[in-house]
């Protein structure tokens, strides 16, 4: 569906991820295509569960097996499937070209290990660094991202740290080595607000500075405002709607997305009453529908979406959307069914 | 500003605690707290000293004879009194403690490398190693500790080193397991994950992120089973398995006095009462280091 561009840094095309449990197979990420353009970023945007996390940890080639598996797809770095890689080149590929920020600042970070010792691991790593030099670069990696008198917290362990300064830390391991992309997973669930957008400036500068591609999963619209060129809204493990970042908060198409909107408090808009919440929960992923997979919660589902998954569909403008009410067939169905909406 | 208090809170700054205390002071602090541990700690450093010392501090040559002081009782030139040939029973004590010492010490280091090895490969690997590994250990615990040790001092010969293998030998499953423990649950962590992301080996996550933060459990282990390791050593001894006459060993020296318990029970009564204060003391010592160690129980 993505069309090959050599612009692209990341072509994600049909991956689908799944864990195999004692009940059944759940299809955590069921044939999701994305792309990131050079120096540009993209949201994965999504409830818990819809698979989000589990996209980024399968480019990385780290979702855990036996229980979980990449079963089919391409994940194409830089005119390469990173599927077909053998471990000792994905090795060599983590950390150097693509890197990965963790949700969780207070546990991502070695215990027993000083913060330089953990910037200067990738440095020893892929560069071949040695103690001296590593140590230098990591001094400088931790003045870059902000962190004041640097020659001191390079010795401290990550427990003297606050949780904003753990995920500068973060941070500087992850962009070390100079990466090509940059995975964000939940970059700022784990942190207070003030320090969120103190850590999203810090990522901005630097994807800026380095010209590093980025990719943000979150849950969180205001991020994805903030940050993101495009936008990749996912429900159960599939991608419900792929636009530019001002088509999803202007002219948003799939329900959910517009549910996602709907529910998110605005200080520039007067909404008299309560909040909108999107009814229902996300289904049990043994459970899901044999349709669309909102259609439980969808306002506006008929009959043709419970019986089949509709396309993700390509508009004029490039952007995708996977709903009946975007196709001719919603049309079809208007007039079959003498019911209005 | 006469007012003494005044003058404190305005002039000097107020004296504070410095609360950045470094993880080993606050260990030492939570041992200090925790006197049975204390105590055990005094009585391996004491028997630690000594078993280094002996030669200087033992009064007697270990292995004199003097049959004139055949079975004497204590006595002010021999606290201990004197064992069926006369020999000096405090200076065979302090000898003895130097092979009690080492080979508890010993065993338990090589059987902890080996199962340590052996845990940490099984749990982070999983699937058929970790089965293959574990069902190994299952088998050999299956066996009582002494039985085993004593199978395999049979095969090897009697001897101090082969006393040590035997007794290495049973504490690699005990090891095994607990590190195994560990690592599963360290694995999960997200850090390994991050790591893992970092790029780091197999080799480099094992032994760089995951070893050091299971190094607690480990050394707990490590002193506990120091103990059950110089009591199998002094059983194999007592069977006549281990150190052999007339090298100096606690094991040995029990059973040697055993014939003479009617008459002169110090001769087994000392070396069975240092035995017995040198393990309370490791097992003390051990259960305290658990206690400071596990993070649960901070401040």
Redesign the interface.
Known sequence: MTISNQENILEVRNLCTSFFTDEGEVKAVDGVDFSIEKGKTIGIVGESGSGKSITSLSI?R?VQE?AGKVVDGEIVFKGENLLTKTKKE???????KI??I???PM???????TCGEQIA??LR??QKLNRKEARVKAIEMLKLVGIPSPEKRVKQYPF?LSGGMRQRV?IA?ALACNPELLIADEPTTALDVTIQAQILELIKKLQEELGTSLMIITHDLGVVAEMCDRVAVMYCGKVVEYADVKTIFTDPKHPYTIGLLNSVPRHDLKVEGELSVIKGSVPSPFELPSGCRFVTRCPHAREICHRELPALETKEDGNQVRCWIHTDQWEKQAEAVSTHE | MSHPQLQESTGIPIKTKNK?TTPWVSFYKKLAKNKAALAGAIVVLIFTILAILAPLIAPYDPTAMDMSKRLAPPSADHWFGNDDKGRDILSRILYGSRISLTVGILSTILGAVVGVILGIVSGYYG?WVDSLIMRICDVLLAFPGILLALAIVSILGPSTTNVIIAVAFFAVPTFARIVRGSTLSVKK???V?????????DF?IIF??IL??ITSPIIVQSTLYIASAIITASALSFLGLGTQPPTPEWGTMLAQGRSFMAQAPHISLFPGLIILVVVVGFNLFGDGLRDALDPKTKR
């Not at chain 1, 994905?90 to 150097?96: F, L, P, Q, S």
């Not at chain 2, 994950?193 to 080996?201: E, M, N, P």
């Open positions: 990385m780290l036996p994905m090795r060599d590929i983590r950390g150097n890197s990965m963790f949700q969780e546990t991502s970070l070695n215990p027993t290990l691991e990738s790593i892929h003297e973060m391991i | 950045s699937k962590l997200e850090y994950d991050a790591i893992r992301a970092v790029g780091a080996s480099r760089k992120h050091p933060n």
